[in-house]
């Protein structure tokens, strides 16, 4: 995460690091890092377009079939019981098959 941003910081130091996030992470996601503040790179470049990228950090979530849950999406520092709802969330649309 980039190093001048705060909200990512916290993302990383505490909700990213919290047990339960971390349980649920390894068992039922594949979780992906970019740091998309760093340009020249093209891919980043187009990651950001490709997904409306306004600010950082931003989570987007998708379901089983690889389509993004917006109503999960987030652009801000949210503590760990937050973002368990959140997986809690995709991960039932997921199971649902919805």
């Known amino acids: 995460s980039a190093s001048w941003c705060t909200p990512c910081r916290e993302l ?3 909700t990213f690091r919290d047990p339960e996030v971390v349980k649920q992470a ?10 998309l503040t760093t340009s020249g790179n093209p ?3 187009k990651l950001v377009m490709q997904y409306s990228v306004k600010g950082v950090p931003t989570v987007v979530f998708f379901d089983a079939y690889g ?5 999960l999406r987030l652009v ?3 503590p760990a019981d937050q973002f368990l ?11 649902s098959g919805s």
Not at 67 to 71: G, I, K, L, V
Not at 85 to 95: E, F, G, P, V
């Open 67 to 71: 389509q993004e849950r917006a109503d």
């Open 26 to 35: 390894q068992s039922n996601f594949i979780m992906i890092k970019v740091d």
């Open 76 to 78: 801000d520092f949210i």
């Open 43 to 45: 891919l980043y470049e």
């Open 85 to 95: 709802n959140r997986m809690t969330q995709a991960k039932q649309s997921s199971d």
């Open 12 to 14: 990383e130091d505490v």
